[in-house]
């Protein structure tokens, strides 16, 4: 696969991710969050499957766990965590708008060193610390001027940021000790449709007619989010260009931000729409600019010449 192919194939990728904001919000009319998200990836699990076992023929994950316990729980681990970053997403979409949603997901970037700093103290760059700067004035002025639920909603959606950014690191831990990438996908999908289920039937009760008026939504953001894209981002990253993946991916937040302008007609304030700016700035600052200019940043910086 040529390098101009995986970048296309990972822009497709974040056009479906984005779009997904919109299926998540009006498939929520007949049943909860924790239902749709349930049945959600109930579906892409159906959809990996196939995926899953041929690559089970090559090295069983099964037997990985059982030979090492540490791949057992990181497996779950990544479920568990993927369940918390969606569950408050999903819960939040109820009140607050697609774009603030999107946007405040995408913490997870600056969230990741910050949180590997914690457990490992390992040293963040002054980039990262911008980034983290830019984040928290973006994140106050996309919520700042709603009411109190679409506020509290906003603050479900920068801690479920925490989870993603937890299940980035588990990634880098598990894939490291087994070679299965599908068949994880398979793993953290079941484990994350099973509590959301569990959640589902405890809270919310639904019944099963309930899901049938959604069911479009469903299969968009279950086959076609979950199982296709995921597909997608697996094959083309492996022949893309690092930092203009990381880019692409990036851009999942404003084709959510325009989707939600297109097909819901939410609009953003002149304010809102800085904090977008600024958000996107700190997920540059943090995953995508060139390692060069981080070092131009940092040389020139007043803050960098007193830490040194």
């Not at 076992?53 to 316990?69: C, H, I, P, V």
């Not at 920068?158 to 690191?169: D, E, R």
């Not at 989707?259 to 995508?288: E, K, P, R, Y």
Request: glycine fraction near 8%; charge should be neutral; hydrophobic fraction near 55%.
């Amino acid at each position: 696969m040529s390098r101009n192919l995986a970048h296309g194939l990972i822009l497709i990728v974040a056009l479906i991710w984005g779009t997904t904001f919109i299926a998540q919000t009006t498939g929520m009319d007949t049943i909860g969050p924790l239902s749709f998200t349930g049945a959600r990836y109930l579906i892409g699990v159906l959809v990996i499957l196939p995926l899953a076992l041929w690559e089970w023929r090559r090295g069983s994950l099964l037997q990985a766990m059982r030979d090492n316990r540490a791949i057992l729980w990181g497996g779950l681990s990544l479920g568990v965590l993927m369940f918390g970053g969606i569950a408050l997403q999903q819960t939040a979409l109820l009140y607050t708008k697609v774009a603030n949603a999107a946007f405040l997901t995408a913490l997870y970037v600056p969230f990741v060193p910050l949180i590997t700093w914690v457990l490992t103290r390992q040293s963040i760059t002054l980039s990262i610390w911008l980034a983290v700067i830019l984040s928290i004035g973006g994140s106050y002025l996309l919520s700042g001027n709603q009411g109190y639920d679409a506020q509290f909603a906003d603050i479900l959606v920068a801690i479920g940021a925490v989870f993603w950014a937890g299940h980035i690191i588990a990634i880098g831990f598990v894939t490291k000790l087994v070679n299965a990438p599908l068949q994880l996908a398979l793993l953290q999908n079941a484990v994350c449709s099973v509590l959301a289920m569990c959640g589902a039937f405890t809270i919310e009760q639904p019944d099963l007619m309930d899901f049938v008026p959604a069911w479009q939504e469903l299969l968009y953001a279950g086959a076609i989010s979950v199982g296709i894209a995921y597909t997608l981002q697996l094959v083309a990253q492996r022949h893309a260009h690092a930092t203009t993946a990381a880019f692409l991916m990036s851009l999942e937040a404003v084709f959510a931000a325009l989707a939600g302008w297109l097909f819901l007609s939410q609009n953003l304030t002149g304010a809102a729409l800085v904090g977008c700016l600024m958000i996107f700035c700190a997920v540059m600052l943090a995953d995508v600019l060139p390692e060069g200019w981080r070092q131009k940043i940092e040389r020139f910086s007043p803050l960098s010449r007193v830490q040194r």
